[in-house]
């Protein structure tokens, strides 16, 4: 039987009286994939970073995963997937201009990446919502994001602050020496930064990641998880909780003084409003547009853009992207068809020409073709992930912002694999069909096991109970 004839006999099977109870239980889309691969890296995170393996936490926890998928058959994969296997194909040609053991290490590492956020996808793609349940994967997403939150505190209270991992004190000093590496297994809390002529030194958290560009391409990217379990949680305190500790992770991004962070999660906002707007959710327009102005207030309050002002002032920030994207372009067309393999030292400016910027990455480390592959697939995500119904719209806001970030911070590492589980899991409710009905906080009706109608998702059916925990409802 094909997965389209399998998937319409299971949608017969759940409407048919007739039909038998067992049928009626099997899940119309995916299959019985474990969740603890998936949870691993988003619940634990913590503990990898604490080892020093948190640069590795993806690569490791996609392992299983991919194990598990050689493993099982008529695995699925969207329309426009071959794109970003060509993407990789190709990745692995512009290989071949590597000149040196440290840019190997690099683009391997880099490769793990990229490959780690596919298996992600996959992973969570072809899970049944039985396996992996939206509220269950949406609840893991918020958590990983309280670990953003929590490591920034981190820096802010302890800016100077470091740890040593037992991953340190494993690699051989030649490789603990390298500066890229020494981030990564002997992580800082916070970079403090004094930019010449400046009046006092920047503290500016980035735990648990190397960089502060870093910690805010994540937070930025986990916002809409965060607004969308405030929402959809089944248990009050749960909402309230995430609501307030929302309220509290300005401290830490605001000390950032990250204006990419600030632009992606500010046109975010914006968008999701005007989207509910047309759909006619009055109250969750409302609602975005009051967090929008929380946000803008307690910035001016806390006087962020001073800060950001007098930083910049200081700071050549401004100049040095110019210059580096030109000369990224420049050099790109003296290698146009597989780049250059890496990053490779600026000419002109004391950092590496590719590194400010995932596109500028892409194009410079893999040439013109390769670009056009990777754009070609993260410009599609909005696209497919656009008709989002009900509060499922925050995960597609999620791939509107990659698609602007990717000109000015790396997407390459964990951020990847949260832009490819939101599409992913957009993708696999709007395939699956309307049995699949997104989330909506479980009301029961009194005297029943059922829940109230969706009414956000346009789609009228009836939902058995709880979905975030069983047998818990405080409404």
């Avoid at 603890?36 to 913590?46: D, L, R, S």
């Avoid at 956020?117 to 793609?125: I, N, P, R, S």
């Avoid at 991992?165 to 990564?184: C, F, R, W």
Wanted: aromatic letters at 14%; hydrophobic letters at 50%.
């Amino acid at each position: 039987m094909s997965p389209f004839s399998a998937r319409s006999a299971s949608r017969r099977g759940a409407t048919d009286p007739s039909s038998s109870p067992s049928s009626a239980d099997e899940p119309s889309w995916g299959q019985e994939l474990p969740t603890w691969p998936f949870a691993t890296f988003f619940a634990g995170y913590p503990l990898l970073w604490v080892l020093g393996l948190g640069g590795f936490a993806a690569d490791l926890a996609a392992l299983p995963m991919f194990g598990i998928l050689l493993l099982r058959r008529g695995l699925r994969v969207p329309p426009g997937f071959g794109l970003w296997l060509l993407f990789l194909i190709w990745m692995t040609f512009a290989g071949t201009q590597l000149d040196s053991a440290g840019r190997m290490i690099g683009f391997v590492f880099r490769f793990l990446n990229y490959a780690a956020a596919t298996v992600f996808f996959l992973y969570v793609y072809n899970s049944s919502r039985r396996a992996l349940p939206l509220s269950r994967a949406i609840g893991l997403m918020v958590l990983f994001w309280v670990w953003v939150v929590a490591g920034g505190y981190l820096g802010v209270v302890l800016p100077n602050g470091s740890i040593s991992t037992p991953m340190q004190s494993l690699l051989p000093g030649s490789i603990a020496g390298n500066d890229y590496v020494k981030d990564l297994v002997h992580p800082k809390f916070a970079e403090v930064q004094r930019p010449w002529g400046a009046p006092r030194a920047y503290n500016r958290p980035s735990a648990p990641f190397p960089y502060t560009n870093t910690w805010g391409s994540h937070f930025a990217l986990l916002v809409p998880f965060a607004i969308l379990y405030m929402r959809t949680a089944a248990v009050r305190w749960r909402r309230q909780a995430v609501t307030v500790l929302l309220l509290a992770s300005l401290v830490p991004a605001f000390s950032t003084l990250n204006r990419g962070m600030f632009l992606a999660v500010g046109v975010g906002v914006l968008y999701a409003a005007l989207r509910f707007g047309f759909r006619g959710q009055v109250k969750w327009l409302a609602a975005v547009l009051v967090l929008l102005g929380i946000g803008l207030a307690t910035a001016s309050a806390l006087g962020v853009g001073q800060s950001i002002g007098s930083r910049t002032q200081y700071s050549s920030t401004n100049a040095g992207r110019a210059t580096i994207y030109r000369e990224a372009f420049e050099r790109t067309l003296q290698s146009p068809f597989i780049g250059y393999g890496a990053p490779r030292p600026s000419l002109t400016l004391s950092i590496s020409v590719g590194t400010q910027g995932q596109f500028w990455n892409v194009m410079f480390s893999f040439g013109f073709v390769a670009l056009i592959l990777f754009c070609a697939w993260l410009w599609s995500l909005p696209l497919r992930t656009r008709a989002a119904p009900g509060a499922l719209l925050w995960l597609h806001v999620v791939t509107v912002m990659a698609a602007f970030m990717m000109f000015y911070y790396g997407l390459d590492g964990s951020q990847l694999v949260v832009i490819f589980v939101a599409s992913a899991l957009v993708m696999r409710e709007t395939a699956a069909g309307p049995e699949a009905a997104p989330l909506t906080p479980p009301r029961r009706r009194p005297g029943t096991g059922l829940a109230r109608p969706d009414v956000l998702s346009g789609w009228s059916r009836y939902t058995p109970g709880p979905t975030w925990s069983q047998g818990e409802d405080d409404d």
